[in-house]
T-cell receptor, first 112, second 114 residues
Framework: DAKTTQPTSMDCAEGRAANLPCNHS???????VYWYRQIHSQGPQYIIH???NNETNEMASLIITEDRKSSTLILPHATLRDTAVYYCIVRLNTGTASKLTFGTGTRLQVTL | NAGVMQNPRHLVRRRGQEARLRCSPMKGHSHVYWYRQLPEEGLKFMVY????????ESGMPKERFSAEFPKEGPSILRIQQVVRGDSAAYFCASSPPGLADTQYFGPGTRLTVL
């Protein structure tokens, strides 16, 4: 699996967009970018995933650069409840289920 | 559709006792994964199971730990002769067949070994 690099921590004011970067310079052509988050003491929560096109759902948007070596998760209007550790994970998606490898993630603190 | 269910949510055991953690996957999901999170550390994969089969146990400690996912009933993670170092949060995730890596996690079981 391609390794990912994320900032250790970030702050964001409530109501503003939170932009969380992830570098995955060794990603291969058939690897997807997945984002999960873990709110304190809870189980990880799936957010979004993509291959090369930008993706949007009710939770967030995922912007993947054209060379696919980096991506950004965007929470358009952050709230206090978005305070969590966010994990960027790069994985093959062959249709065969397999483990997720979590790194250290980015600790996002949303403030008033 | 109920999410992944885990019980108990909190479990206290004394050193040397056995711990049994249960996981009921989401309806229609046939893949179950167990992860462990030690205090102040990240999530680490332990084992991946399908019904009646262990697919990948590369993250399981070699001794005292076992897992099963029987044809009927929940998946069980069993820890024999627990030690203080086993104190952690144990998370179960499930995914439907054919959708690799869209795993949905349960709330976890917090094991405390006295």
């Amino acid at each position: 699996d391609a390794k990912t690099t994320q900032p250790t921590s970030m702050d964001c004011a409530e109501g503003r967009a939170a932009n969380l970067p992830c570098n995955h310079s060794t990603i291969s052509g058939n690897e997807y970018v997945y984002w999960y988050r873990q709110i304190h003491s809870q189980g990880p929560q799936y957010i979004i995933h993509g291959l090369k096109n930008n993706e949007t759902n009710e939770m967030a948007s995922l912007i993947i650069t054209e060379d696919r070596k980096s991506s950004t998760l965007i929470l358009p209007h952050a709230t206090l409840r978005d305070t969590a550790v966010y994990y960027c994970i790069v994985r093959l998606n062959t249709g065969t289920a397999s483990k997720l490898t979590f790194g250290t993630g980015t600790r996002l603190q949303v403030t008033l | 559709n109920a999410g992944v269910m885990q019980n108990p949510r909190h479990l206290v055991r004394r050193r040397g006792q056995e711990a049994r953690l249960r996981c009921s996957p989401m309806k229609g999901h046939s893949h179950v994964y167990w992860y462990r999170q030690l205090p102040e550390e990240g999530l680490k994969f332990m084992v991946y199971l399908q019904k009646e089969n262990i697919i990948d146990e590369s993250g399981m400690p070699k001794e005292r730990f076992s897992a099963e996912f029987p044809k009927e009933g929940p998946s069980i993670l069993r820890i024999q002769q627990v030690v203080r170092g086993d104190s952690a949060a144990y998370f179960c995730a499930s995914s439907p067949p054919g959708l690799a890596d869209t795993q949905y996690f349960g709330p976890g079981t917090r094991l405390t070994v006295l």
